[in-house]
């Protein structure tokens, strides 16, 4: 006990971790069931789709740590969702919400959002890479 004081590391119990784990598969049951229609629909309508996609292709890679798919996966739910802080029916507006979030998720997973993720992101949108 004295020694967690000492680090400042508040340690989950087994209970928590379960209740953590259910969370994340239920978002990303969520995130598999609904984000390649949101896509479709939004494709050539946004500016950061590549972040989104690696996003994904992160959030599903069994090497991921738990908490980065946590991380990843908040951000996903929330740009499928269409009620959020900035509603996404509203024009220009609806979608610099989700942009933050998404940018703010790829910077603080930094190096868990790989190259290869970013690739299979390029390639399922057909993207030239060398572009």
Known sequence: MKDKEQRGVEQ???EDMDSSMEDIEQKQKYVQESFWKKLRRLMGKIPFVVD??????????KRTPLWAKGVALGALVYF???TDAIP?????????DDASVVAGAMAYLGKHVTDEHRQKA?????INPLR
């Open 12 to 14: 989950l119990s087994t």
């Open 52 to 61: 989104v996609v690696a996003l994904y292709y992160c959030a599903m890679d």
């Open 80 to 82: 499928i969702v269409p």
């Open 88 to 96: 996404d029916v509203l024009p220009v507006l609806g979608y610099t």
């Open 122 to 126: 390029k390639e399922v949108l057909k």
